[in-house]
């Protein structure tokens, strides 16, 4: 009996994101502590990449809840749509899923608009139709962003890949996948879950050594031996997985966004407020928490989620961005705009991404007391890939920084709630570039609004 099916037009919550142009921007401005309560949304770096791991199932239905209405969405469905997947947004935040073939092997992005998840469609379209032709991955720019960790798994795993100027042509050398033992050079997020992904849906048993293990990725273990894939990680981050035909369980359920809860930390406590941030967990905060703790930040811990209240002068401190379960990356971008109001000196050492701190010299052009320093060379005694690379990844930031007035870019993702939060430390800002705050930030400036900042959208 053929199946009914259950797209809809009706509702679409991405309409505000693509309304947003080169020209739309955010006019913020100083306003006082922030005050109340404020939702996380579903985390983007799990709920793209997990509908991705479903299509990989065999046919069903699959329910994901606790989606966020952000851009990044909206460019992975749009991905989703030219392969002729089956789905229904619904207002109730779920997104229904159709699991079944793919009607073509095209994973194009059809705008300038892209993403790094394009890569990930890779395992299920081969694994269903032996080919796929896919973007090369979009994203931030954050530093170089190679894919070769990807590539070479591709190739273990039994992938034919012809490389043109802005896709990849990928066969299967055989039927099927191979089993592959695969040792990552970097524990790599993007490459964890892809290799993951082909690994879960490949006949025998794989091997990904040093895998990453962010708890987005532990999310996505958890679904696929839930959905009955046999994963091993020991104790060395080796993933040992027994994969092979499966069907992804019925109901997913999307964790809250960490990088959004910790954001919200941080205004509350670079404006001197206290916010309650609903849903924001323990378990995926325990190095940041500690940062803001030794920094002398009020915070209390509930079942519910968490506050940050600001109850003295915070100190500077000296931060080094590593994989989970260190300082995340994604976190030093807004930790930085709290250190800019610290009484002295502090440093964030980055060091997965070697060109992140470009919002930092967009901020220097407001400040009127302070100073912001970005340099090439290591901290003393402190391991670092980029040692002996002219990278600028070590940022000084010598407080208290006085914001001024001016015309600001946002560079990327993260650097966009970075700039909003000193917006609405500042005498007036306008930021532009908002398009990419908006790919991963639900409602921001009606969240921020209701937290009581000047903030004011105009499209
Ligand atoms: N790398 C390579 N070769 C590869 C893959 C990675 O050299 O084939 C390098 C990268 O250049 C980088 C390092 O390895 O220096 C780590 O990159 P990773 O692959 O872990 O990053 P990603 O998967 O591209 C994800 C998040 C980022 C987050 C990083 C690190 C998504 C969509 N993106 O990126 O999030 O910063 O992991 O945790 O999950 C954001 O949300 O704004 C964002 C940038």
Redesign the pocket.
């Given at each position: 009996m053929r199946e009914k099916k259950i797209s809809n037009k009706i509702f679409d919550p991405f309409e505000n994101f693509r309304l947003i142009t080169e020209n739309s921007y955010i006019e913020a401005r100083y306003n006082g502590p922030l005050y109340g309560v404020v939702d996380v949304a579903g985390a983007?770096?799990m709920v793209t990449k997990i509908l991705i791991a479903a299509l990989s199932g065999e046919t069903g239905k699959v329910k994901i809840r606790n989606i966020p209405w952000i851009g990044e969405m909206d460019i992975t469905l749009s991905l989703c749509k030219r392969l002729g997947v089956d789905f229904k947004i619904n207002p109730d935040k779920t997104l229904e899923l159709k699991i079944d073939g793919f009607k073509n092997p095209e994973v194009r992005f059809d705008s300038y608009l892209g993403n790094?998840?394009s890569l990930l469609f890779a395992g299920p379209v081969l694994y269903k139709l032996g080919k796929a032709n896919i973007s090369k991955p979009k994203g931030?720019e954050?530093?170089?962003?190679?894919?070769?960790?990807?590539l070479a798994g591709f190739q273990a795993f039994g992938i034919k890949i012809k490389e043109y100027d802005d896709y990849l042509g990928l066969t299967l050398k055989h039927k099927e996948f191979k089993p592959a033992t695969i040792t990552l050079p970097?524990p790599?997020?993007?490459?964890t879950e892809n290799l993951l992904i082909i690994a879960s849906m490949t006949k025998g048993v794989s091997v990904i050594k040093n895998a990453?293990i962010?708890p987005e990725i532990l999310e996505m273990v958890k679904i696929l031996q839930k959905s009955g894939v046999s994963i091993k990680i020991d104790a060395n981050r080796n993933f040992i997985i027994k994969g092979g035909p499966h069907k992804i369980i019925d109901v997913i359920d999307i964790m809250p966004d960490r990088?959004e809860a910790f954001s919200w930390g941080i205004a509350a406590l670079s404006t001197k407020g206290d916010i309650f941030v609903k849903y924001a967990q323990q378990d995926h905060l325990l190095t940041p928490l500690s940062v803001l703790l030794d920094m002398g930040a009020g915070i209390e811990i509930y079942p519910d989620g968490i506050r940050f209240f600001y109850k003295k002068n915070l100190k500077p401190i000296k931060v080094t961005t590593q994989t989970y379960p260190g300082f995340?990356?994604?976190f030093q971008q807004p930790l930085s705009i709290l250190l800019s109001q610290c009484n002295g000196i502090s440093q964030i050492h980055e060091t997965?991404?070697e060109n992140r701190f470009r919002y930092l010299e967009r901020i220097k052009t407001i400040a009127t007391s302070g100073r912001i320093e970005i340099m090439n060379t290591c901290p003393k005694n402190e391991p670092c890939r980029f040692y002996g690379y002219n990278y600028p990844h070590v940022a000084k930031i010598n407080g208290p920084i006085c914001l001024g007035k001016g015309d600001l870019q946002i560079d990327?993702?993260?650097a966009g709630f970075a700039l909003l939060n000193a917006g609405i430390l500042s005498e007036g800002i306008k930021i532009y570039g908002i398009k990419l705050l908006y790919r991963?930030y639900e409602n921001i400036v009606e969240k921020m609004q209701s937290l009581g900042a000047d903030v004011k959208l105009v499209i």
């Amino acid at each position: 009996m053929r199946e009914k099916k259950i797209s809809n037009k009706i509702f679409d919550p991405f309409e505000n994101f693509r309304l947003i142009t080169e020209n739309s921007y955010i006019e913020a401005r100083y306003n006082g502590p922030l005050y109340g309560v404020v939702d996380v949304a579903g985390a983007k770096n799990m709920v793209t990449k997990i509908l991705i791991a479903a299509l990989s199932g065999e046919t069903g239905k699959v329910k994901i809840r606790n989606i966020p209405w952000i851009g990044e969405m909206d460019i992975t469905l749009s991905l989703c749509k030219r392969l002729g997947v089956d789905f229904k947004i619904n207002p109730d935040k779920t997104l229904e899923l159709k699991i079944d073939g793919f009607k073509n092997p095209e994973v194009r992005f059809d705008s300038y608009l892209g993403n790094r998840v394009s890569l990930l469609f890779a395992g299920p379209v081969l694994y269903k139709l032996g080919k796929a032709n896919i973007s090369k991955p979009k994203g931030c720019e954050i530093g170089e962003r190679k894919i070769d960790f990807h590539l070479a798994g591709f190739q273990a795993f039994g992938i034919k890949i012809k490389e043109y100027d802005d896709y990849l042509g990928l066969t299967l050398k055989h039927k099927e996948f191979k089993p592959a033992t695969i040792t990552l050079p970097f524990p790599s997020v993007g490459a964890t879950e892809n290799l993951l992904i082909i690994a879960s849906m490949t006949k025998g048993v794989s091997v990904i050594k040093n895998a990453a293990i962010e708890p987005e990725i532990l999310e996505m273990v958890k679904i696929l031996q839930k959905s009955g894939v046999s994963i091993k990680i020991d104790a060395n981050r080796n993933f040992i997985i027994k994969g092979g035909p499966h069907k992804i369980i019925d109901v997913i359920d999307i964790m809250p966004d960490r990088v959004e809860a910790f954001s919200w930390g941080i205004a509350a406590l670079s404006t001197k407020g206290d916010i309650f941030v609903k849903y924001a967990q323990q378990d995926h905060l325990l190095t940041p928490l500690s940062v803001l703790l030794d920094m002398g930040a009020g915070i209390e811990i509930y079942p519910d989620g968490i506050r940050f209240f600001y109850k003295k002068n915070l100190k500077p401190i000296k931060v080094t961005t590593q994989t989970y379960p260190g300082f995340p990356t994604d976190f030093q971008q807004p930790l930085s705009i709290l250190l800019s109001q610290c009484n002295g000196i502090s440093q964030i050492h980055e060091t997965i991404f070697e060109n992140r701190f470009r919002y930092l010299e967009r901020i220097k052009t407001i400040a009127t007391s302070g100073r912001i320093e970005i340099m090439n060379t290591c901290p003393k005694n402190e391991p670092c890939r980029f040692y002996g690379y002219n990278y600028p990844h070590v940022a000084k930031i010598n407080g208290p920084i006085c914001l001024g007035k001016g015309d600001l870019q946002i560079d990327d993702l993260r650097a966009g709630f970075a700039l909003l939060n000193a917006g609405i430390l500042s005498e007036g800002i306008k930021i532009y570039g908002i398009k990419l705050l908006y790919r991963g930030y639900e409602n921001i400036v009606e969240k921020m609004q209701s937290l009581g900042a000047d903030v004011k959208l105009v499209i």
